[in-house]
């Protein structure tokens, strides 16, 4: 089915939905007032598949993996400033770094992590008011979350929860790396002012500690001996290659990947907790049963189903990429959405994008039942009447096939340190905020009112 509405006035239609905080609810509406999971617009004379229907979605991700790359659009605006990496390579390139980073993510080094963690916590718990006053969550999260993945990633933080203890070329990059990941927000995405933040942004910070990577990868092997210590994902790579622009390029990529997503995902689960006392309440009866008072471990984290639920539910009606988009590479035939219900197949052809929107298909009623908008984690779980939801590709807030997100399982090991160590030091949290929550669209999607909150510590 063609659609004018979504089509014709595409461009000039998005712009204003984001502005205005509604894009997601209105292609949402769409797709229902239509009738239809697919549909095909005209934009500027090229054609464009958008849906919400998994069975295309295997296909393009999977089945048909080959056929697809990153759309040339993605490419064109992150390679000038992250450079080639993971996350804006196809191919042989992309495969490369898949298979270099794999080893930062497997179980025993994120047994490891959790050490880090808690440092890192404890500075997340100090910078948290407790005279009861009004905080941003969401603002500390973001600060929590860079500060970790510089520290987990180059080996030096950036220390932003630290007022005070951040050095200048730290504190230009942690300025310079969220205008750039909020797309200049505000400023009317003018390329100068972020390609000039960009070259401060790579330039001081990052570039002196690739510095000192290799030259402590030069003096270990001047001595024959390897540095003691955690490896970090840095002197990884220095030990393969001395091409500094390509090490720049793949910790760029990496903090981009993995920063503002486990973030925003940490607000909209505090976001719930703090407006639900019983949800509250039940996740702190299973802290009590599956880690007491003492430090949270991997396997006592993996035993909290109920906190799983939860996780699961927020990345299911929030999801932090809500929308997606691949490019054919060649002529290739979906499973579904041509004719007019969308319901036969249909020819994409090569150089054509399809879009997707995981928001969309994850409230589905046909999917998730006609409670699909609700918050609802013990949908999750099976009870003696009911086994919980076993979802496929209905359900992607990491995607799916070769290119899953590779940081899933340490996201949400950090997300439920985080949950854990918070609810064990304060009693109570509760809501400051009457608003619903809203969308606010950037690269990845994060609540618009952040996550008002108000914390009791414990007695
Ligand atoms: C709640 C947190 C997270 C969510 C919701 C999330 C979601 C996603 C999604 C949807 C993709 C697919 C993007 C695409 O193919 O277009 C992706 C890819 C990726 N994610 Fe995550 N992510 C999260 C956390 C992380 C973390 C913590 C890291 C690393 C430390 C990470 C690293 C990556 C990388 C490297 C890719 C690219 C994989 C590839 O193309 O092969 N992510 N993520």
Redesign the pocket.
């Known amino acids: 089915m063609t659609d004018r509405i979504l089509g014709i006035d595409f461009l000039w239609a998005n712009r204003k939905i984001i502005r205005e905080h509604s894009a997601l609810e209105t292609t949402r509406k769409r797709f229902i007032e239509l009738g239809t999971n697919t549909v095909q617009l005209a934009v500027l004379g090229q054609r464009v598949i958008v849906t919400s229907e998994p069975d295309i979605l295997k296909t393009v991700l999977a089945l048909e993996f080959k056929s697809f790359c ?1 759309p040339d659009g993605r490419k064109k605006i992150m390679v000038p400033f992250l450079g080639e990496g ?2 804006t390579t196809d191919g042989i390139a ?1 495969q490369h770094s ?1 298979d270099m ?1 794999r080893p930062i993510f497997v179980r025993s080094q994120l047994v490891e992590d959790l050490e880090m963690f808690e440092r890192r916590v404890n500075h997340l718990i100090e910078a948290i008011p407790k005279d009861h006053s009004t905080v941003d969550l969401q603002t500390l999260f973001f600060r929590f979350t860079l500060d970790l ?1 510089t520290e987990f990633l180059f080996g030096e933080s950036t220390n932003c929860l630290l007022p005070g203890r951040e050095s200048e070329s730290s504190a230009k990059f942690v300025e310079a790396f969220n205008y750039c990941q909020s797309f200049g927000d505000g400023d009317g995405m003018n390329p100068l002012s972020i390609l000039l933040r960009f070259r401060a942004f790579k330039k001081d910070f990052v570039d002196e500690l690739i510095k000192k990577a290799l030259s402590n990868r030069q003096m270990a092997a001047e001595k024959s001996t390897t540095e003691p210590g955690r490896v970090t994902f840095l002197s990884q790579l220095a030990a393969e290659t001395t091409d500094r622009v390509k090490i720049r390029s793949e910790l760029l ?2 903090l981009l ?2 920063r503002d ?2 973030a925003a ?1 940490m607000a909209n689960v505090f976001f719930e907790l703090s407006r639900r006392p019983e949800m509250q309440s039940r996740v702190r009866r299973e802290i009590d049963t599956c880690i007491g008072a003492g430090l949270p471990t991997f396997e006592g984290i993996k035993s909290m189903k109920y906190l799983r639920a939860v996780f699961n539910e927020s ?1 299911r009606t929030h ?3 809500p929308e ?1 988009s691949r490019q054919a590479v060649q002529d290739t035939v979906l499973p579904l959405g041509g004719g007019e219900d969308g319901k036969s197949p249909a020819l994409i052809k090569k150089g054509q994008l399809l879009a997707w929107s995981s928001y969309s298909m994850h409230r589905r009623g046909d999917l998730y039942g006609e409670d699909a908008a609700e918050f609802r984690p013990e949908r999750w779980l099976d009870d003696a009447n009911e086994k919980g939801l076993r979802v496929g590709w209905e359900y992607l ?3 799916g096939g070769p ?1 899953i ?4 399982q ?2 949400l090991l ?2 439920s340190y985080v949950v854990i160590r918070i609810l064990q030091s304060f009693s109570h949290i509760e809501s400051r905020d009457a608003e619903p929550w809203r969308e606010k669209l950037m690269l990845t999607c994060i609540s618009l009112g952040g996550c008002k909150v108000a914390l009791t510590p414990n007695a």
């Open positions: 990153l993971i996350f992309w898949r980073l993945a990529n990496l990947a993995g997503t486990t995902l990345l999801p932090i990429v997606n807030p990491f995607n290119r997100c590779i940081g899933q340490f996201a950090e997300s």
